[in-house]
């Protein structure tokens, strides 16, 4: 569990099949040990059905829990600058 922990810090939110490829470990033992990681808090996890071709697979998508992304470089909306000096007041 710790190796998948460890590659979602590191890669952000991935889909547990990607996890299994990446990683080495199995789909199965992949899903065991998110499922862990959901149960104590750890990692977020939601069911995925996605279609491509008109054939569905599904999949679970899988982040860290509580993490927030850094901001990306660039102008930020006119909205977005207005709510930021609100909270700096």
Do not use: Q
Not at 11 to 37: M, P, W
């Amino acid at each position: 569990m710790h190796e998948i922990l460890k590659y979602l810090k590191a890669h952000g939110e991935r889909l547990d099949s990607d996890i299994a490829k990446a990683t080495g470990i199995s789909l199965e033992k992949v899903r065991l040990g998110v499922s862990g990681l959901a149960a104590s808090g750890d990692v977020i996890m939601c069911r995925l059905t996605r279609f491509e071709g008109g054939k569905a697979s599904e999949g679970w998508l899988c982040r860290v829990s509580g993490y927030i992304p850094p901001a990306s470089p660039g102008r930020k909306s006119k909205a977005e600058t207005k709510a930021m000096n609100k909270a700096d007041n």
